[in-house]
């Protein structure tokens, strides 16, 4: 707890000394104090739960999808070759097509509703888990597939029994991957296209000129994103790769 | 009927580099009876693991007959159970996990499972480790673990893939004294690849001497040794010595041609 | 279910199809291959279309796309919003790189400051990008140096962690070795942090580059009036999908580019080529 947190004690000082000292001008730069307590009155009036709550279920929603449509898809692409063939250069690219990008032409198809935000996350999502989890199936080692089959296994044990398993550490990677994308092209749908949500507040305060909202909103993000990585994503990626019995040798900054 | 019956075996395959046709293995032809113990030695290259590979049932050969008891090898079974190299052992699988998959997959009642299981454990020497995973083994205790999961589905023959190149000088000795005491104690039928001829002679009963590509064999060489074997008795023998020295003459001129390790994907 | 054939053409090690052997032919079909997915959903998408009937105003014709091109090509229009993208994110690129690499070996090269900075550089990754839209317009006003900044932000953040990080991960061994044939502290950050470090700051940006790029698109879509992203906003207005499909295909080509051909060779360059490497992120 102490290790998390103690860390941010002295940044915390060192901001609260910036903004008393009027480095920057007050209605660019706010202290931590003036931050908590709009932070608190947005709690208090609804506006930030409300907000939040707004986002977590468009969210979640894209991810859910994303997920029922990635890993059955990325498994399928991964174990016939002829499909692999023929969807590997489409994964990359439509990967390479930022997901931000798709906003546009998804609001001529959806007009500004929650339909065309949830495409745009279910597809930030789909697509690095897809092609995460076809190089994970190729990387599963091909003596452990031989040992199962001398060992009995047919087609289909084989794999459930080693491709999976073996795959996990590559969709817990491309879960985290696609979270990473999926809500900052929830931020940017909610900015562009919004009524609500944290990523309209924080705009919404920017355009009246309220720069405490906009703190407010960054660090709830920062908080909520920073605690679900390293929380849940990425000890969950770990705990893969360790009952593997593999030592990664660089953990990734995401 | 012999337990494996590899007649006319041949092998070729066309490199993806040059384009040329490689024959790996030329005319290959030898019979394994029901527990008997017979090392596969050659020169680096000169296609045995390929043999391994095809009766194992992961490769298919060009021309000619695998046969084991009788029926035509088809595809992978737990009738040849195998011993690799790499260990190949389920990361994710506790030793107990690992041996039990076998028996799971050829329907073996769960409350079984466990005691066979135990028993074979016990045969290799990881009892007390059931609970333990692969990555907190040693590299000798790995291979155990490799050769239980093959027994405890109790094979017509186990192959075994140089299993303990893989391993330092000094656990290789140990588990080469330990696999002849369980296959003196169990009486398997084993089919093992190897390039070290002081390892195939202790082991063996018969040695299948190879040349280099396209490989055929060059004699069938029965060891005159005692069983049960120890390495201290063995280094001491002449018997032992004489069959060494005699196989190693065998392939002196072949030395030369041989492919080195590297590039070997036999 | 599907059969194992990716794994099984495995299982036959040394026996391969027959390929032309020549490595030209070879790179000659590799490229055919990759090529053929991308016709079939050409025709794919020419057909659908036809065959529905749909308004070009929801999906347009593959033709559509091409002649929307070819206007924005001759008119000038495609180089300028291209070439305005390009530049905001080599610019931003480059600064994060010029700021962060220093940065961050000069970080984890100091155990203290490693410690002190390792939390708030990862809220900050955490928090890089696009987040960052409404207190960059606010700050720098709209236009071209709150995209700029967006870029910066992404790729300085995520490399300034993964610089630390590799820094750290340098064996202690080796850092001695150069210690004891008496190199100096400057000599040092360049000649053996810097290599030592280069698989995570590789990766860093990677990771940074991709985040960069999307909070380029946001951005350019909220807060300019040229650019890649600003472009198909504009035509969203309008209901060009043409325009918007050949955008998006720009959008897509230039990230490949980038990652295929810059990123992917520069780590295959150091990192594998020193027998070094780092974990695919």
């Known amino acids: 707890m102490v290790r998390t947190f103690g860390p941010f004690v002295p940044v915390v000082l060192i901001w609260w000394v910036i903004a008393e000292a009027e480095v920057f001008p007050p209605d660019l730069f706010v ?12 709690i208090a009036k609804g506006i930030l739960p409300a907000y939040l709550s707004d986002s977590f279920t468009r969210l979640w929603t894209g991810v859910l999808f994303g997920l029922l449509i990635g890993i ?67 990387e599963v080692p091909k003596d452990l597939v031989r040992a199962a089959r001398s060992l009995g296994a047919g087609r289909f044990r084989v794999f459930t029994d080693v491709i999976v398993p073996g795959a996990l550490p590559a969709v817990a990677t491309g879960i985290r991957t696609g979270l990473g994308y999926g809500w900052r092209a929830l931020i940017a749908a909610e900015i562009i ?17 309220v720069v405490t909202g906009v703190f407010v909103g960054m660090i709830v993000l920062g908080i909520l994103w920073y605690a679900l990585d390293a929380l849940i994503l990425a000890p969950f990626e770990r705990g893969t790769i360790e009952r593997w019995g593999m030592v990664r040798t660089a953990e990734v900054g995401r | 009927m012999s337990t494996l019956e590899i007649s006319h075996l041949r ?15 030329g005319d290959v032809s030898f019979t394994i009876e029901e527990g008997e113990f017979v090392a596969v030695l050659g020169p680096s290259g000169c296609g045995k693991t390929t043999i391994l590979n095809i009766v194992a049932g992961f490769q298919k050969q060009t021309s000619g007959s695998v046969r084991v008891g009788g029926k035509d090898v088809t595809g992978p079974s737990p009738e040849r159970g195998v011993v690799f190299q790499s260990f190949a052992l389920f990361p994710w699988k506790t030793v107990l996990g690992n041996v039990v998959f076998g028996l799971r997959m050829r329907g073996v009642p769960r409350r079984d499972r466990e005691p066979i299981a135990q ?30 999961r093959v027994l405890a589905n109790e094979p017509a023959v186990m192959l075994m893939d140089e299993p303990f190149a893989s391993v330092d000088a000094q656990t290789r000795r ?45 004699e069938v060489v029965t060891v005159p040794l005692e069983r049960p074997r120890h390495w201290r008795d063995a280094l001491e023998s002449s018997d032992y010595r004489r069959t060494v020295t005699y196989i190693t003459d065998m392939l002196a001129g072949d030395e030369s041609r041989a492919i080195p390790a590297d590039l070997d994907t036999t | 279910m599907p059969g194992l054939t990716s794994t099984e053409d495995a299982l036959s090690s040394g026996v391969r199809p027959s390929r032309r052997g020549r490595n030209l032919s070879r790179r000659l079909g590799a490229a055919f291959w990759f090529a053929v997915p991308f016709v079939a959903l050409a025709i794919t998408w020419a057909v659908v279309v036809e065959v529905t009937g749909v308004e070009a105003r929801t999906f347009p014709q593959i033709t559509d796309v091409v002649r929307a091109f070819g206007e924005m090509w001759t008119s000038g229009e495609y180089l300028r919003h291209t070439g305005a993208s390009l530049r905001r994110v080599i610019l931003g690129a480059l600064i994060g790189i010029l700021t962060a690499v220093p940065f961050g070996i000069l970080l984890g090269s100091s ?81 053996v942090m810097l290599p030592g470090a280069l698989p995570s700051i590789v990766t860093g940006l990677r990771v ?19 650019g890649l992203g600003y472009s198909i906003f504009l035509a969203q207005k309008f209901f060009r999908t043409d325009i918007i499909i050949v955008g998006m295909i720009t959008i897509g080509l230039l990230w490949l580019v980038t990652d295929r051909a810059l990123l992917a060779p520069l780590e295959r360059r150091t990192v594998e080529r020193w027998g070094m490497k780092a974990v695919i992120s």
Request: charge should be neutral; avoid cysteine.
């Open chain 2, 174 to 218: 140990k588990l080469q004294e330990d696999l002849t005491a369980i296959f003196e104690a169990n009486r398997p039928t084993v089919f093992f690849v190897t390039h070290d001829i002081e390892e195939a002679v202790f082991l063996a009963d018969r040695v299948v001497v190879l040349s280099t590509r396209p490989s055929r064999v060059k």
């Open chain 1, 72 to 138: 059955p898809a990325g498994f399928i692409v991964a174990m016939s070759r002829w499909a692999r063939r023929l969807t590997w250069p489409l994964l990359l690219f439509f990967q390479a097509i930022a997901d931000i990008a798709w906003l546009p032409i998804v609001i001529v198809w959806f007009g500004f509703s929650l339909t065309a935000v949830t495409f745009v996350i279910v597809y930030t999502i789909v697509f690095p888990l897809m092609i995460s989890i076809v190089s994970g199936v190729e």
């Open chain 2, 11 to 25: 092998m070729e395959y066309v490199d993806a580099y040059t384009d040329e046709t490689v024959t790996a293995v």
């Open chain 1, 31 to 42: 202290g931590p104090g003036t931050v908590l307590a709009e932070f608190r009155e947005l």
């Open chain 3, 111 to 191: 155990r203290w400051a490693s410690v002190f900075f390792a939390p708030l550089l990862r809220f900050s990754v955490a928090l890089a990008g696009i987040a960052w839209i409404p207190l960059a317009t606010l700050w720098l006003g709209f236009g071209e140096r709150a995209v700029i900044f967006i870029v910066w932000n992404a790729t300085f953040f995520a490399l300034t962690y993964n610089a630390m990080l590799g820094v750290q991960r340098i064996p202690t061994q080796l850092l001695q070795a150069a210690r004891s044939m008496g190199t100096s502290r400057p000599r040092m950050f360049v000649e």
């Open chain 1, 193 to 209: 296209v919004g009524t609500s949500g944290i990523g309209f507040m924080m705009f919404d305060a920017r355009r009246a000129g």
């Open chain 2, 119 to 148: 028993r074979y454990l016990e045969l290799v020497g990881l009892d007390g480790f059931e609970r333990k995973f692969p990555h907190e083994l040693s590299g000798g205790m790995q291979q155990r673990l490799g050769v239980a």
């Open chain 3, 208 to 226: 940074g580059l991709g985040y960069g790029w999307r909070g380029l698109v946001a951005a350019e879509i909220i807060a300019t009036s040229a």
